[in-house]
């Protein structure tokens, strides 16, 4: 009976089965402490929406995606990813500006493609999707799954009347995926977020970002949260089979 109990215990160890991590790349958007002063990224609040994962938040804040990529932090993940992975990668809200007459280390060159930059330095650019492109190539490479999504708006609704027009960097997410595989997806988190916040109204929405347009309080981050499983779930990425959520439960509309 010992020896038995002792081969069920052995094979039970055995069939073991690894739980997938979910890794976060991004801005102070996504970071753990946000921007500082009352902020928080809205990637600390995603692992209380999922189930049977791991989620290690890698964003950093005044990152781009030239900056993640030059820093090695692209190649860190790449290192660490192992198959069943997941990978969210969001940037865009330090990735604009121009590489003259001073480079700040973080503007991409300009453009959709392969187009290149050579800063007054010497230092050679590549464009937001060639970065994005390459870490996610590199990642599912190792057999990770990931997801690309769209930046958060910044307060959509500080003019008084709540719009909100994508940036260029929606479209230039929507490319990387394209450029990679069916082991990729996009999340609009953007518009998502721009729906709930245009249905909240300008005086909830202002009171989301309490130093600026682009950082959200902890609660603001929260709905930011949401609508990324909104679109997560929406969208059909392998992930959204561990969102604990249903569809329904979060507002807002698939788009």
């Not at 600390?44 to 993640?68: E, H, M």
């Not at 500080?158 to 027009?165: K, Q, V």
Request: charged share 10%; aromatic share 8%; with cysteine.
């Amino acid at each position: 009976m010992k020896s038995s109990y002792r081969l069920l215990s052995a094979l039970l160890a055995g069939s073991t089965v690894a739980i997938p991590t979910v890794y976060l790349a991004g801005d102070s958007t996504m970071a753990v402490g946000g921007g500082g002063t009352g902020t928080e990224g809205w990637g600390v609040f995603l692992p209380y929406s999922l189930q049977g994962v791991t989620v290690v938040n890698k964003a950093i804040a005044g990152r781009s995606a030239r900056s993640y990529t030059d820093e090695g932090r692209f190649t860190t993940l790449i290192n660490s990813v192992v198959p069943g992975d997941f990978v969210i990668i969001e940037f865009g809200h330090n990735d604009g500006g121009s590489l003259t007459p001073t480079d700040n280390g973080r503007s991409d060159c300009l453009g959709a493609g392969l187009e290149t930059c050579t800063t007054a330095a010497g230092v050679v650019v590549q464009t937001y999707v060639t970065y994005l492109t390459n870490a996610a190539l590199s990642l599912i490479e190792k057999g990770a799954s990931v997801i690309i999504s769209s930046p958060t708006p910044d307060n959509p609704c500080e003019t008084g009347t709540c719009t909100y027009t994508p940036n260029r960097f929606t479209g230039y997410c929507q490319d990387v995926v394209a450029n990679a595989s069916s082991h990729s997806a996009f999340v609009d988190h953007g518009q998502y977020t721009a729906n709930e916040f245009i249905s909240l109204g300008v005086t909830v929405v202002d009171s989301y970002y309490p130093i600026d347009h682009t950082h959200t309080s902890p609660i603001g981050a929260t709905v930011v949260a949401a609508q990324f499983v909104k679109g997560l779930l929406c969208g059909g990425s392998p992930l959204a089979s561990h969102v604990k959520n249903s569809t329904s439960s979060i507002p807002g509309k698939c788009i």
